[in-house]
């Protein structure tokens, strides 16, 4: 938990790292579509009566805990959610206000989108604080808007924009996956890349588990959203987010399906794989029949003892040979009549 501090004590030290506070961003919405951003001076001064306030912050810094200790209407469970290094998408109503936790794809530079950031809002009715580490596309699209004037007019469509932000990225990575899952498809035609395939297909369905463990749960928080009766959220933008909603649901069972998919390439990779063995092995097993009643006659008259048959005979090595020759024929001719190969 993180612990409120006192006015009396550390006080000088804590206003100093309170002035050194640097929000990612700090936009006043005008209403109509666009925002500016507000100076710290500004940020400590604002009231209700300004208009809609939205703060963006970095969790990981810590003047950040420190300005949110100072906000004596914002509860401690709501602190240590918007802190909390770890977080499992959920939609929590307190009071009037929404707590809410949600999980992206990571586009980062040089990030594997699989894996999964974090943001974590909380909504009053004239303020928005939302916190995050990494850098999420989808609010930064959203600052840009605001800034261009073609944002959204209130603080419920800010929230209804980032979750249908977030889940636009989440479906074309699932996208993405499927149409690698086709290309793996193809590979796995071609016997001589069995090998590639099986580890590209291990790969695949790794990136499968990672996005359905964190997609379940976000569809969970979605549903608590519609279920609480919040005044914040109007009908309209409820309904905009049971669309997506249903959305996040069919990016979901697409990844069921591609498990489902994978599972079968799986199964078909491995019958492929023992098929090879098995032909190879069925080959060796022939030379091995071949090879033995050779290996027999040889053995024996390669003792070393006396009377062996034509060992005076200048002509016996070579007759011995088109014997064994003769022989290995009979047997090729008595296989495939068998219809062994």
């Known amino acids: 938990m993180v612990a409120r501090n006192s006015r009396g004590r550390g006080e ?3 206003e100093d790292r309170i002035t050194e506070f640097k929000p990612l961003h700090a936009l006043l919405l005008d209403g109509k579509g666009g925002a500016r951003e507000l100076t710290l001076d500004e940020i400590y001064n604002w009231s209700a009566d300004q208009g809609l306030l939205w703060i963006h912050l970095d969790y990981t810094d810590s003047t950040t805990a420190d300005w949110l200790t100072q906000q004596q209407d914002i509860p401690a469970v709501v602190i240590d959610a918007l802190l909390a290094e770890n977080t499992r998408p959920r939609a929590l109503q307190i009071d009037a206000s929404l707590l809410l936790a949600l999980r992206g794809v990571n586009l980062n530079r040089d990030a594997d989108p699989h894996d999964m950031v974090s943001v974590r809002i909380y909504l009053q009715s004239n303020r928005m ?3 995050r580490r990494r850098r999420l596309q989808s609010v930064t699209e959203l600052v840009e808007a605001l800034h261009s004037g073609q944002g959204p ?3 419920a469509d800010l929230i209804v924009a980032i979750v249908d932000g977030l ?9 993405e996956l499927d149409a690698r899952l086709e290309q793996l498809e193809e590979l796995m035609s071609d016997n001589q890349r069995l090998t590639q395939s099986r580890q590209a297909l ?17 569809r969970e928080a979605l549903q608590q959203l519609l279920a609480e009766r919040l005044t914040i959220l109007d009908q309209t933008q409820k309904n905009q987010i049971r669309e997506t909603q249903d959305a996040l ?22 019958a492929s794989l023992s098929d090879q063995l098995n032909s190879r092995m069925y080959l060796l097993s022939i030379i091995s029949g071949l090879f033995l009643p ?3 006659f040889t053995g024996l008259l390669g003792v070393n003892v006396g009377g062996m048959p034509g060992a005076d005979n200048p002509m016996a090595f070579w007759l011995f040979c088109g014997a064994l020759g003769v022989m290995s024929i009979g047997m090729l001719w008595l296989l495939k009549k068998l219809r062994w190969f």
């Open 12 to 14: 000088d030290h804590l």
């Open 167 to 175: 889940t636009v990225r989440i479906g074309d990575q699932v996208m």
């Open 294 to 296: 050779l290996g027999f």
């Open 153 to 155: 007019t209130s603080l």
């Open 249 to 270: 649901l069919r990016h979901i069972e697409d990844l069921d399906l591609m498990r489902e998919k994978t599972i079968a390439a799986h199964d078909a990779l491995l």
């Open 129 to 131: 604080i939302s916190t």
């Open 202 to 218: 291990m790969e695949l369905r790794n990136i499968n588990s990672r996005l359905r463990r964190y997609l379940s749960p976000q």
